[in-house]
């Protein structure tokens, strides 16, 4: 059973003061696009997907994007719009676009629906937790080309030269994050190059402000309604399973194939982009799906899919 019962949600609705944005989160497969879709329609509001493969052109099946007939019910931002081989997008590139779809759909009466299942991404919305080094790189006479450049840089290295790193100039962000993960470690050290403060320095000052707490620096909307779904592990698992069969049948392994072929011919002219985005995939494979050989050329993307707002 969803931790959002349809009593609660119904609750919700009948708020006298909506809410200034909505955010449903969860794990895959608990149904966070389907409740934020009614909330959508009942509420004359529109969705800005939160998660961090669906803003990517392309693979459609295997990061389950809304199907046609689901964001003709709702409108749907954030989503296939960034070229996939493009390495540099962060998650301040997301809160960025993000913060300026809420202030517009704001200015039209609209509610901001926040979903997905990147909780990083929407923790930048809920929270003034992102150091914005825009000014910085402004004053030092870095582009966001150039920044985006070292983050892939700093990306190559091993994770575990990485998180060295990290530990040298920043042992309690270190403590907390996992050799592996690579992105995390890479802005760590980038905002501690860019100011010369530890991460975790700057994050424990913003807990101290005016309004913050253990999670995090103040609310950016403190009338936020928030939706954490879950379901019973069995149903969780039987649904899941259905899900990757569907996937299947719909078309996966020739679309992995396809993103393939036109991944390695990307990579011959930009070697800047190795592996990075592709490598999540296969991970995501497992490696019990076997994606290569030759192929047809690659298709171009669903026009209908590619939304810039």
């Known amino acids: 059973m969803m931790a959002a019962s349809s009593v609660s949600v119904r609750c919700v609705l009948r708020r006298a003061t909506v809410p200034s944005l909505v955010v449903i989160l969860g794990a895959t497969g608990t149904g966070k696009s389907k409740l934020a879709i009614e909330v959508g329609k009942r509420l004359k509001g529109e969705i800005i997907s939160a998660d961090s493969m669906q803003v990517y052109q392309g693979l459609d099946i295997i990061t389950n994007k809304v199907t046609a007939e689901e964001r003709a019910q709702c409108r749907h931002h954030m989503i296939s719009f960034v070229d996939p081989l493009m390495s540099s997008y962060t998650?301040?590139?997301?809160?960025?676009?993000?913060?300026?779809?809420?202030?517009?759909?704001?200015?039209?009466?609209?509610?901001?629906?926040?979903?997905?299942?990147?909780?990083?991404?929407?923790?930048?919305?809920?929270?003034?937790?992102?150091?914005?080094?825009?000014?910085?790189?402004?004053?030092?006479?870095?582009?966001?080309?150039?920044?985006?450049?070292?983050?892939?840089?700093l990306e190559r290295l091993e994770g575990a030269e990485l998180h060295k790193r990290l530990a040298k100039v920043d042992p309690k962000m270190a403590a907390m994050l996992h050799p592996n993960d690579k992105r995390k470690i890479?802005?760590?050290?980038?905002?501690?190059?860019?100011?010369?403060?530890?991460?975790?320095?700057?994050?424990?000052?913003?807990?101290?402000?005016?309004?913050?707490?253990?999670?995090?620096?103040p609310l950016r909307y403190p009338d936020a309604c928030i939706f954490w779904l879950h379901a019973d592990l069995e149903a969780l698992d039987k649904r899941l399973d259905g899900r990757v069969d569907e996937m299947?049948?719909?078309?996966?392994?020739?679309?992995?194939?396809?993103?393939?072929?036109?991944?390695?011919?990307?990579?011959?002219?930009?070697?800047?982009?190795?592996?990075?985005?592709?490598?999540?995939?296969?991970a995501g494979c497992d490696g019990r799906v076997q994606v290569g050989g030759d192929g047809p050329e690659p298709r171009t993307a669903d026009p209908e899919l590619s939304q810039e707002g």
């Open 91 to 153: 998650v301040v590139d997301f809160r960025n676009k993000a913060l300026a779809l809420i202030d517009d759909m704001h200015s039209r009466n609209k509610l901001p629906i926040i979903v997905g299942g990147t909780n990083y991404y929407i923790e930048s919305l809920l929270w003034r937790v992102l150091l914005d080094t825009g000014q910085e790189n402004k004053d030092h006479g870095v582009t966001g080309e150039q920044a985006g450049d070292r983050k892939v840089e």
């Open 248 to 282: 299947l049948s719909a078309g996966l392994i020739q679309e992995l194939r396809d993103f393939h072929i036109r991944y390695n011919q990307q990579k011959v002219q930009d070697e800047r982009t190795r592996r990075q985005h592709p490598s999540c995939v296969w």
């Open 186 to 217: 890479a802005r760590s050290l980038q905002i501690h190059e860019k100011t010369g403060i530890p991460h975790s320095l700057w994050l424990e000052e913003q807990r101290e402000q005016e309004g913050g707490d253990d999670l995090g620096g």
